[in-house]
């Protein structure tokens, strides 16, 4: 929990400082790359959270690796590196991402159903999303087929749950008292 709390600040640290020195989409791009580099290579991760690389040579493993980035984005790295934080790095990058969303005004939802919706059904839920979100939705689908029918919204911290599963799992809880 702490980790996540750390890693919120860091990142709102960049985004702000990304902001100040207008260099928003240039941070955006360099920050993708490192959870690319994370999601592609899990001996990122490991070198990140290996306690027996001294803090000067992952530096320079950061700055060989992602050379071509902004100074301003190896010198935060450099910086989170030397407070001994570096394995939160792949953590600061993705709670930048969502707090770079947020500040564009970017909702995430996500709609779970037990089969690929229809465009239209997808259109009416959309649109009814569209009038409860201050923002733009961004829209994610999953399948999962254990819904049976229906579908779930989550949106944040909402979870609006109109799933066939979970009505009958309610209807069983009546039925069971």
Excluded: C, W
Excluded at 13 to 25: G, P
Excluded at 143 to 153: K, M, R, T
């Amino acid at each position: 929990m702490k980790s996540t709390k750390s890693a919120a600040r860091y990142a709102k640290a960049l985004l702000e400082l990304a902001i100040e020195k207008n260099k928003l989409s240039v941070v955006e791009n360099n920050v993708q790359a490192i959870i690319r580099a994370g999601e592609e290579t899990r001996d990122f991760s490991v070198f990140l959270n290996s306690p027996l690389i001294k803090v000067d040579k992952k530096i320079a493993v950061l700055k060989e690796l992602f050379g071509d980035f902004d100074p301003m984005t190896l010198d935060f790295l450099s910086m989170v590196t030397k407070n001994g934080r570096e394995n939160l790095i792949m953590f600061i990058a993705h709670s930048f991402e969502a707090q770079l969303k947020s500040h564009r005004g970017i909702v995430p939802v996500t709609i779970i159903s037990a089969r690929k919706l229809e465009g239209a059904t997808r259109d009416k839920i959309v649109a009814k999303i569209q009038k409860s979100v201050d923002g733009t939705p961004e829209l994610t689908e999953k399948i999962d087929e254990s819904l049976i029918g229906g579908f779930i919204v989550r949106m944040g911290d909402k979870q609006i749950d109109a799933s066939v599963s979970s009505q009958l799992m309610r209807l069983k809880q009546e039925l069971v008292k």
